[in-house]
């Protein structure tokens, strides 16, 4: 048993929202090791009418329905409001163009935004924690990721890009599996058993059953020292959000639904790392606004541009991701590639 984690869990809320004992939570919770130590956790700082749990039947197993019955009992015995949902995820994904697992994050997401509404929540807590941390840092890095995807899932962020609504939290971060998993046990606590988790065709468990163990053969630290590496990562990343959001205004002549101009003459006065953030993140807003965006936006696109930039012999080209770019004697127009455009 770890005595101390429930303290160190409250120490970890101070520091991510200092209000948090006077805000209203809403817990993803899928029945599993780490939600269920998330919520109970929860369940230990706040009285009933301030927390409630949500679960998200994805239709995926066969298991499904007994760990929507076990997560109903469970927030029964806590005395706390459950919000439920089914959805047909293989059948979204093949409706609207996506692989299953990304599928499977949007209608959870969709749905956790639904019930945080409907809830009142303040604030959404997913209980992602410190191995699922190395493990994307991980996946990110085999996938050539910038220093974005290097810095791994970020411990706090808005619900909604860019708009009003809850925050999303994720707390656990700091602790790993195993801590999760003892302190449960001391508790007697009961959980359920995601079986896929030990299906190695996926990628994810894969990594984590395979080559994260080879790994830590050659750093048997490498868990703290990738998650320091994201650390530090974040706050990178936290300064170029900052700075963007000056860049944005001067650089940017139009933006309009799907379409992006930028000004050329002031793209050539900055430097080649404001460049190149500044037209990733134009492509990546209009790549998000694709209602099918199957092809990944990709570290070539931007590349592609910065060449056309510097060696304007192309007028117009389509680039990998579904996306385009063409030049103008004055701006950059980056919109979707014609055979995604409307009409």
Do not use: C
Not at 14 to 42: C, E, I, K, Q, Y
Not at 187 to 209: C, G, H, K
Not at 227 to 250: Q, S, T, V, Y
């Amino acid at each position: 048993m770890s005595p101390g984690l429930p303290e160190a869990f409250r120490e970890r809320l101070n520091r991510l929202r200092p209000d948090w004992p006077a805000r209203r939570f809403l817990v993803a919770f899928s029945g599993g090791l780490d939600s269920t130590a998330l919520l109970h956790l929860m369940a230990g700082l706040l009285p009933p009418e301030q927390l409630a749990a949500a679960h998200l039947n994805h239709q995926l197993r066969g298991q499904a329905a007994a760990d929507l019955d076990f997560a109903e009992k469970a927030a029964r015995r806590l005395n706390i409001a459950f919000f439920s949902e089914s959805r047909d995820v293989r059948a979204l994904a093949r409706e609207r163009g996506r692989g299953l697992e990304e599928a499977a994050r949007r209608a959870r997401y969709d749905f956790l935004s639904r019930a945080a509404g409907l809830w009142g929540a303040d604030l959404l807590l997913t209980a992602h924690q410190a191995d699922d941390q190395v493990e994307t840092i991980l996946m990110n890095f085999l996938k050539g990721s910038g220093p974005g995807g290097l810095a791994g899932i970020p411990p706090r962020r808005p619900l909604a890009r860019g708009g009003p609504g809850p925050e999303l939290l994720r707390p656990l971060l700091s602790f790993s599996r195993a801590e999760l998993r003892q302190w449960l046990t001391g508790r007697e606590i009961a959980w359920v058993e995601d079986l896929s988790n030990q299906d190695r065709r996926y990628r994810r468990n894969a990594l984590r059953l395979e080559l994260r163990p080879i790994l830590e053969r050659f750093n048997p630290g490498l868990g703290a020292a990738l998650r320091r590496g994201a650390e530090i990562l974040r706050g990178e990343e936290d300064f170029w959000r900052e700075h963007l959001a000056r860049l944005w205004p001067d650089a940017v002549l139009r933006a309009g639904p799907g379409n992006i101009s930028l000004d050329r003459g002031k793209l050539r006065r900055l430097s080649l790392a404001e460049r190149r953030r500044l037209i990733h993140e134009a492509l990546s807003l209009i790549w998000r606004q694709r209602p099918r965006a199957r092809e990944p936006l990709t570290f070539e696109s931007v590349e592609t541009v910065l060449e056309m930039l510097e060696r304007p012999g192309h007028r117009g080209l389509d680039l990998p991701g579904g996306l385009r770019a063409e030049l103008g004697p004055e701006e950059l127009r980056l919109s979707p590639a014609s055979r995604f455009r409307e009409g």
